[in-house]
């Protein structure tokens, strides 16, 4: 049985204060939370305040980006070292705004996807199409490039740490949601992506996000499906009752 994992990526919101008066509102009612993995993604400048509110607990912190060197003259860059040392242990990377406004190709995320490896980082990876590439009938298509360019050369033992998610971009932050059996269907195939790429066992094994507009009202019913395995959640994560309430839907 896949564990369930459900991420809030706050995106470029929240101050250090507020930061951390969300994740304390939802240290409340998750702190013990162990049937789902939950990981909170702040903005790098609240990583270390939440780290340390969340010492002790179930909850976990993961970053929303990071460069594929170690260290070096990268203005303005972050590298895993520097994330580890904040007890972060994931990393979303590939997210489709990271794509779209800052150049972010397959290539690109691939580099990091390996440096994130490297550093015991675990991935969150992020694929999905653009409204044209599914009015077209291009979504199969553009997703198994996305998984096989992003994850290319990753062993065996480094796919026991990597996390899919599938965001279908024209559901982000849009309010349409893709429904459970469209969500469905992708994540199935990527599981057969994998599975071509790799082997059965990692297939059945690699966990898969659904991310765009999950909200209480649609979780359960995506996260039922099958394949899907939590949620990339962004807006709802602002807030701590959505957010829990998204987790709970999980359990
Ligand atoms: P959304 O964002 O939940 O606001 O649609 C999801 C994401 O971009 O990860």
Same mark, same amino acid.
């Given at each position: 049985? #896949?564990?369930?994992i !459900?991420?809030?990526?706050w995106?470029?919101n929240?101050?250090?204060?507020?930061?951390v008066?969300?994740v304390t509102?939802?240290k409340?009612d998750?702190?013990?939370c /162990?049937?789902?993995d939950?990981?909170?993604?702040?903005p790098?400048?609240a990583?270390? $305040?939440v780290?340390?509110?969340i010492t002790?607990?179930?909850?976990d912190?993961?970053?929303q980006?990071?460069?594929w060197e170690a260290?070096? =003259?990268?203005?303005?860059?972050v =590298?895993a070292g520097?994330l580890r040392?904040?007890?972060c242990h994931? !990393?979303?990377l590939?997210?489709?705004e990271r794509r779209?406004y800052?150049g972010?190709?397959?290539?690109i995320v691939?580099?990091k996807?390996k440096a994130?490896l490297?550093?015991?980082l675990?991935p969150?990876?992020?694929?999905?199409?653009q409204l044209?590439?599914?009015?077209a009938?291009?979504?199969?298509a553009?997703?198994?490039q996305?998984?096989?360019? /992003?994850?290319?050369?990753c062993? =065996?033992?480094e796919w =026991?740490? !990597?996390?899919?998610a599938?965001?279908?971009?024209?559901a982000i932050?849009t309010g #349409?949601?893709a429904t459970?059996e469209q969500?469905?269907?992708v994540?199935?195939?990527?599981?057969?992506?994998?599975r071509?790429m790799v082997d059965d066992s990692?297939?059945q094994?690699? #966990?898969?996000?659904?991310g765009g507009?999950?909200?209480p $009202?649609?979780?359960?019913?995506l996260?039922g499906?099958?394949d899907?395995?939590?949620?990339?959640?962004?807006?709802?994560?602002?807030?701590?009752?959505?957010?829990?309430e998204?987790?709970?839907?999980a359990?």
């Amino acid at each position: 049985m #896949r564990k369930p994992i !459900v991420a809030g990526n706050w995106k470029m919101n929240k101050t250090v204060a507020e930061a951390v008066a969300l994740v304390t509102d939802i240290k409340r009612d998750l702190a013990e939370c /162990s049937g789902v993995d939950v990981v909170l993604c702040p903005p790098f400048t609240a990583l270390s $305040a939440v780290s340390e509110t969340i010492t002790g607990t179930q909850l976990d912190l993961g970053a929303q980006n990071m460069h594929w060197e170690a260290s070096g =003259a990268y203005t303005g860059e972050v =590298a895993a070292g520097m994330l580890r040392e904040l007890f972060c242990h994931y !990393v979303i990377l590939g997210h489709s705004e990271r794509r779209a406004y800052f150049g972010e190709s397959d290539e690109i995320v691939n580099k990091k996807v390996k440096a994130a490896l490297a550093a015991n980082l675990r991935p969150i990876v992020c694929v999905g199409e653009q409204l044209e590439d599914r009015d077209a009938g291009r979504t199969e298509a553009v997703v198994e490039q996305q998984v096989r360019g /992003s994850l290319a050369g990753c062993s =065996a033992r480094e796919w =026991a740490d !990597v996390v899919i998610a599938y965001e279908p971009v024209w559901a982000i932050g849009t309010g #349409r949601t893709a429904t459970p059996e469209q969500a469905q269907d992708v994540h199935a195939f990527i599981r057969s992506v994998v599975r071509e790429m790799v082997d059965d066992s990692i297939a059945q094994s690699v #966990r898969i996000q659904y991310g765009g507009s999950m909200k209480p $009202a649609n979780a359960k019913e995506l996260i039922g499906q099958p394949d899907i395995d939590g949620g990339l959640i962004g807006g709802a994560a602002l807030d701590a009752r959505s957010f829990v309430e998204i987790v709970q839907a999980a359990l």
